[in-house]
């Protein structure tokens, strides 16, 4: 069976994902009026990370049988960068959140959002 399917050059393939409550009709519409208006797609990289600072106790060299006194306040101080990088126009957006909660990764959502409609032709 497989001596067939190469003979008649067929491969089993993977089908692309598809939404299915895309409406066809409206993302033609929407290509054949984005071509009329000479816009194309924009690609972002997003990233996400903490950065901060952790104290922690360190080592001391001491005789043998004494014991070192470490009065260190340990603690850890941390932030949070949001970037997205446009990598055809090598324009980026960052921001340093004050932490990882819902209104952080809301914030940065909406200030992503305004950054690429105020450049859309739509917008």
Not at 14 to 21: D, G, L, S
Not at 26 to 31: H, S
């Amino acid at each position: 069976m497989s001596l067939l399917f190469q003979r008649l050059k067929i491969k089993a393939k993977v089908p692309r994902p598809a939404n299915k409550c895309a409406d066809r009709k409206e993302q033609k519409a929407y290509k054949k009026l984005c071509r009329a208006r000479g816009c194309r797609e924009e690609y972002y990289f997003q990233e996400e990370m903490r950065f901060g600072t952790r104290n922690e106790l360190g080592r001391r060299w001491m005789a043998s049988g004494e014991r070192p006194s470490g009065e260190v306040l340990i603690g850890y101080q941390y932030d949070y960068l949001s970037a997205a990088l446009n990598p055809r126009s090598g324009e980026m957006l960052a921001l340093i959140l004050p932490g990882m909660r819902i209104e952080s990764f809301r914030h940065s959502s909406v200030s992503f959002v305004n950054l690429s409609v105020s450049k859309h032709p739509f917008g």
